[in-house]
């Protein structure tokens, strides 16, 4: 989800932006049986006949990871930030640092009203008596609204399967396969299921900032250089842990 004032993402530079759909996720499945030799012809025929090439030219980018990069871009740019680095409350309109300035710069797409009223209502941000906008939070809390929770599990559901299918599809070794590792329990104690929480919260997520803030840098460095010499990727980076729990008795 990272930004820069030199953003490189725009309407005419990646094509039209569209959100992750059930349609996409079985889509990719049936491609993906297509490759492990599985037979599913007997279900989801509704989507058999969809275009991969027309799906994959148009870029996944989901209002979920909007708010995200939004978020981070204020986190981020040095006009939006006080002397101790922290991200300073602003307004809606003005000349420079305002919240549609960088909303507009950010994610071009999206009506910069529609978007605060999106963050207020997840209570990403605050706005006070003085109508200043402060910002509450750096990552989008998305399984607090059923709508960015569905949105974003389907995108991160799109992400796997393509990790899965690269590396399916690419010779193993280190530097063609992309980075996918599990740590997998199968006795873990539940008493201890609240530490592990913990520990994943604080833990993943300074990695994803580490990662964020390594890729806003260079994304800066990227807008110096032609585009006709730099390819530009949409990357994604997640963090997740699932619990299989037992059958109740």
């Known amino acids: 989800m990272a930004s820069s004032p030199d953003k490189l993402r725009t309407a005419s530079s990646v094509g039209a932006l569209r959100e992750v759909t059930i349609d996409d996720i079985i889509k990719s499945l049936l491609?993906?049986?297509a490759t492990l030799g599985v037979d599913a012809s007997h279900f989801a025929k509704r989507v058999a006949k969809l275009d991969s090439v027309t799906l994959d030219s148009r870029r996944m980018y989901s209002h979920a990871a909007a708010i995200g990069e939004l978020l981070t871009a204020w986190y981020e740019d040095t006009q939006y930030l006080d002397k101790s680095g922290n991200p300073l409350p602003i307004r809606m309109n003005g000349n420079r640092t305002s919240f549609a300035q960088l909303a507009n710069r950010v994610v071009p797409n999206l009506d910069a009203r529609w978007l605060l009223s999106q963050l207020e209502r997840v209570r990403a941000v605050a706005i006070d008596e003085n109508r200043l906008i402060h910002i509450k939070m750096r990552s989008l809390p998305v399984y607090e609204d059923k709508r960015l929770a569905t949105q974003h599990t389907l995108t991160s559901l799109e992400g796997f399967i393509r990790?899965?299918?690269?590396?399916l599809d690419s010779a193993p070794s280190n530097s063609e396969q992309l980075f996918h590792r599990i740590a997998w329990n199968g006795e873990f104690s539940s008493k201890d299921l609240p530490k592990l929480k913990i520990r994943?919260?604080?833990n993943?997520?300074?990695f994803l900032e580490s990662c964020d803030n390594w890729m806003t840098?260079?994304?800066k460095s990227s807008a110096r250089i032609?585009?006709?010499r730099n390819k530009l990727l949409q990357v994604s980076i997640g963090v997740y842990m699932s619990i299989d729990r037992p059958?109740?008795?």
């Open 200 to 202: 994943m919260k604080r």
């Open 163 to 167: 990790t899965l299918r690269h590396n």
């Open 247 to 249: 059958p109740r008795l």
């Open 226 to 228: 032609s585009k006709r």
């Open 204 to 206: 993943g997520q300074n």
């Open 217 to 219: 840098h260079k994304s």
């Open 31 to 33: 491609d993906l049986f």
